[in-house]
């Protein structure tokens, strides 16, 4: 007898890929009314002439022309070029109070924004004002601030190098470091843990390196959704025969069977390629248990070699010449109780054994890994403990092996290497002071948790997004919403509507800018902009679409905008030279950044350049010159959630989503039609609460420390394969239960993934 399942839930046993991506992406195409030019645009994404996908920053083959089909980078790409506009006529018709109630979906839904507005109080809408104006009102707020340390700037990662340099520039010229930024929010973990493991904050491994990797480790991402490209990559490695071991609290459907649309023969016979050789349902926050156990095992049979007169595991030569802190690094091994191991991870031994069993049995191995390890308390803890796994036999800086964090906005990674930083050294000042003659502050800015916190309780009065949706994006929403509402100042650099536009302030402008796939033209012509993958490669991207308004502007012409207003002639920067020709831009980006000689040349080769990452050359930039072996003491991520109730909350993003962007209420791979307010939790953790599938709940946060409620109520619970302890929900929703507080002290990545709460039957009325 099968059970009835709650509405819109349902078993989902196809592979992922497949057919069931080229039916999404036509319906995509049909919605946002653009069959035509959107096919068109959609064989330009990632071409040598053509622009960088927003979707992710998974890199592109090196050596194709063809096509790389991509569900979710359609849908990125449709969304960005729909025909649907939002002109001022659209806000005429809506107040800003009553567009408060439409869902985020609803809001992005309704197109491209195609006119600068100002938020009239008395009317309560945005109405139109011209560029000039707007700029001279930003320039005039901002000049009368009393420290422009009051003022946050925050960058989503899909600005363009170039307008995340100027923008860097703008804001250093004006005289703070407030770079609240996403990758706080995403990999900071990585940006801060690595650099002290292996002296450079970025992954190691290049997309070649795939091809002779022995094995494979993925820990805490879901490709199949999130970096889709990559799946091709997976696919070939499975073919191979190389073994991909998986870390996921969760079945991810790609990572287990995923039939390739590229592949004629899966697509004609329905058939598809196993893709992980062994799935181990880790405990959302068990990774450090986990990775852990598997050293140890390394360690006890390596000393176990030794010890009946056989080879070692280890790469001793490696260890001896690359490294140090290994003694202290293997005695916190030994002290690791297992006990503990295996209760955190709520994995077995012989799981973690046969982990480790293919580790020491490849002899390339490269580790991937995303949020499930970043976003956590211990974010930065984990990603050492990976650079730990890989140096104990070798497996960085040689061919087929490495480190590979996935980056999460398509430019996110090259926005911190052009300048996004709360903590510049002294080189990026020597850099600017030797491009532009004047000298930054290197005094430590606010990152995205220090913004939010400024904004809540009043010191900082004025907020400039340079894209993104801060406020639904972070932690306690509902702080961030009244603490926007007191601002002095607003301003969002944006393609789309969406609610951190509805949180006004005092000053409140809404600017709209060019896409990717848009042509950009300048007064010396179209332009092209650079972006950096994952991998460190950087290239150029060159939009082809009408823009959808005249009115519109590029990004880097809007900074250059505030930029002139703000700060008149001060240093002398000719920001209309500038924007005129972006190779002016990149020229200057080259002069700060020596990385990038010969910019404007490499960038013209098909494919561009690979900036240097020197531990892929086993070049260790620490302060001892080698790398090390560093401690991540204990296992628990949270003393709450031993607290007997506790159940551990990890928030996810759906298939249908782009972070706070919802294109649709599907999460087809997990099963869930129509609806994203669900909670998955194992049978167990239900029953034991006397709880069935369907049944009404509310999630609350156990950080009850300041007394914030932090709970959503009403949502479904949903009988899932998950460990026991774990729960799962989609974010952006589920911010409501994760607190401020609830970061990683390390990195200040906010522990999105292991928010200890708990769960009751909802109250009936
Ligand atoms: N289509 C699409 N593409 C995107 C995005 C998008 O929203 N939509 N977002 C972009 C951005 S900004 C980013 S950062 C990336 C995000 O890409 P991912 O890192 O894949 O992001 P998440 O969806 O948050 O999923 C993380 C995965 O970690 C697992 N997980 C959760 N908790 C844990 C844990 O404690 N341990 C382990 N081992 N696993 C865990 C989840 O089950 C899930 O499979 O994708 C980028 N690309
Ligand atoms: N609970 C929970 N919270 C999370 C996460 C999680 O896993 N769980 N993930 C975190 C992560 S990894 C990230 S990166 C953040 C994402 O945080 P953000 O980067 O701030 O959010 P997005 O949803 O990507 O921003 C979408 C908006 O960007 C604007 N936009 C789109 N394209 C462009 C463009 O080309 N230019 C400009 N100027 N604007 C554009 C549009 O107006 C759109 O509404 O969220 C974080 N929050
Ligand atoms: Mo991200």
């Not at 990717?516 to 300048?522: E, F, I």
């Not at 007997?644 to 599907?666: F, M």
Request: with cysteine; aromatic share 8%; hydrophobic share 40%.
């Amino acid at each position: 007898m099968t059970e009835k399942r709650p509405e819109g839930i349902e078993q989902y046993d196809a592979p992922a890929g497949g057919w069931g991506a080229l039916k999404a992406v036509a319906s995509t195409l049909a919605h946002q009314q653009i069959v035509a030019q959107g096919t068109a645009t959609l064989l330009k994404a990632n071409q040598p002439e053509g622009f960088d996908c927003p979707g992710c920053a998974w890199p592109d083959p090196k050596h194709t022309s063809s096509f790389e089909f991509c569900e979710n980078g359609a849908k990125a790409i449709t969304w960005e070029s729909t025909a649907r506009r939002v002109p001022p006529e659209f806000f005429a018709q809506n107040t800003v109070s009553s567009l408060w109630h439409w869902t985020d979906h609803q809001l992005e839904d309704q197109g491209r924004l195609t006119h600068p507005m100002i938020f009239d109080h008395d009317s309560d809408r945005y109405l139109p004002i011209s560029w000039e104006d707007a700029f001279a009102t930003i320039g005039a707020e901002l000049g009368k601030l009393e420290s422009p340390d009051e003022a946050e700037f925050y960058t989503s990662g899909r600005a363009s190098n170039e307008a995340a340099f100027l923008y860097q520039l703008f804001v250093r010229a004006f005289g703070t470091n407030n770079f609240p930024d996403c990758s706080n929010m995403c990999h900071e973990a990585t940006s801060v843990g690595l650099p002290q493991a292996i002296g450079v904050g970025k992954g190691t491994v290049t997309l070649e390196d795939f091809d002779s990797a022995d094995a494979i480790f993925s820990f805490g991402h879901n490709p199949g959704t999130n970096h889709p490209r990559m799946m091709t990559t997976l696919h070939n490695a499975s073919r191979r025969g190389v073994p991909i071991i998986v870390f996921n609290p969760l079945k991810e459907r790609a990572l287990e069977k995923f039939a390739a649309p590229q592949n004629p023969v899966e697509m004609a016979t329905l058939s598809s390629t196993p893709i992980a050789s062994a799935y181990h349902q880790v405990r959302a926050g068990g990774d450090l248990a986990a990775l852990k156990g598997i050293m140890k095992i390394v360690l006890e049979k390596d000393a176990a070699a030794l010890a009946a007169g056989r080879h070692g595991i280890i790469d001793r030569a490696f260890i001896e010449e690359h490294t140090t802190g290994f003694e202290a690094f293997r005695k916190d091994m030994e002290d690791a109780p297992w006990d503990r191991i295996l209760a955190v991870s709520g994995l077995t031994y012989e799981a973690l054994e046969s982990a480790a069993d293919v580790y020491i049995n490849a002899e390339n191995v490269i580790l991937c890994y995303g949020m499930g390890i970043t976003q956590h308390r211990h974010g930065t803890a984990n990603v050492q403990q990976i650079a730990n796994l890989l140096m104990l036999r070798g497996n960085i800086g040689r061919t087929g092996a490495g480190i590979c964090p996935l980056r999460g906005h398509s430019n996110v990674q090259g926005n911190r290497t052009v300048g996004i930083t709360e903590i510049p050294g002294p080189s990026l000042a020597d850099g600017i002071e030797r491009a532009f003659g004047f000298r930054p502050s290197i005094i430590k800015g606010h990152n995205a948790i220090e913004t939010a916190e400024a904004i809540i309780d009043g010191r900082s009065k004025a907020l400039v997004c340079l894209g993104g949706n801060l406020a639904v994006a972070m932690p306690d929403p509902g702080a961030i919403f009244a603490g926007m509402r007191k601002l002095d100042l607003a301003v969002h650099i944006a393609t789309k509507l969406n609610r951190s536009h509805l949180l006004t302030a005092k000053v409140s402008i809404v600017l709209p800018c060019f896409g990717r796939t848009d042509l950009d033209t300048q007064a010396s012509g179209p332009q092209a902009v650079t972006v950096e993958d994952s991998m460190s490669m950087v290239h150029a991207s060159r939009g082809f679409l009408n823009p959808p308004s005249e009115m519109l502007r590029s990004e880097p012409a809007i900074v250059a905008g505030i930029a002139k207003a703000t700060l008149g002639n001060r240093y002398g920067i000719d920001w209309d030279f500038l924007i005129a020709d972006y190779d002016r831009i990149r020229e200057k980006i080259e002069v700060v950044f020596p990385d990038f000689r010969d910019f404007n040349k490499r960038i013209r080769v098909p494919g561009g350049f690979r900036l240097d990452v020197a531990a892929s050359d086993r070049r260790w930039k620490t302060p001892s010159g080698k790398a090390v072996f560093l401690l991540a003491p204990g296992l628990d991520e949270d003393p709450r959630q031993s607290d007997p109730e506790a159940l551990v909350l990890t928030t996810l993003r759906s298939h249908d989503q782009y972070n706070t962007t919802v294109y649709g209420l599907n999460d087809r791979y997990r099963g869930v039609f129509g609806r994203r307010d669900v909670v998955f939790m194992n049978r167990h953790d239900l029953a034991e609460r006397g709880l069935s599938e369907g049944d009404l709940i509310d999630v609350s946060s156990l950080v009850a420390t300041d007394g914030a409620p932090r709970t959503v109520s009403r949502y479904t619970a949903v009988a899932y394969d998950i460990p026991r302890g774990s729960i799962a929900g989609y974010y952006p929703e589920m911010n409501t239960v994760v607190a401020l507080s609830d970061y990683d002290p390390a990195s200040g990545t906010p522990a999105y993934k292991g928010v200890p709460v708990k769960v009751v039957r909802s109250d009936p009325a």
